[in-house]
């Protein structure tokens, strides 16, 4: 959320705007170092399939997020997360998915913590 709204005010250097989008979804993945001439870490399975799904049908700055997230981010105990219901999008490999934005987050106070911005 932070990198969306510091995009939106950022210019390159010959005053063009940058646009970004984002996808994310949540479940289970297989992790792992690949490759022995230049090994790199990188993540494998359904899960980031999915989210890199969700970044291809998104639109231009806005996080889009599947049902699997939204829930998780829902059930947050340390903030309330603003979704808005994006609808179905055709997903390449899984057919149509239900699709939410992100389109802000915000702190929930708790009883140790005065620091926090928002009380729910």
Known sequence: IEAMEFVETFRTTDGAKVVIRAGINSGPL???????????YTVFGDTVNVAARMETTSRDMRIQCSDATCQLLRMSSSHLFF??????????GKGD?????????????????????LCV
């Open 30 to 40: 297989v992790a792992g170092v690949v490759g022995t001439k230049r090994p790199q």
């Open 97 to 117: 998915m239900n699709a939410w934005f992100i389109v802000g987050a915000a702190d929930i106070c708790n009883e140790n913590d005065a620091s926090t911005s």
């Open 83 to 92: 979704l808005e219901k994006r609808g179905t999008v055709a997903v390449k």
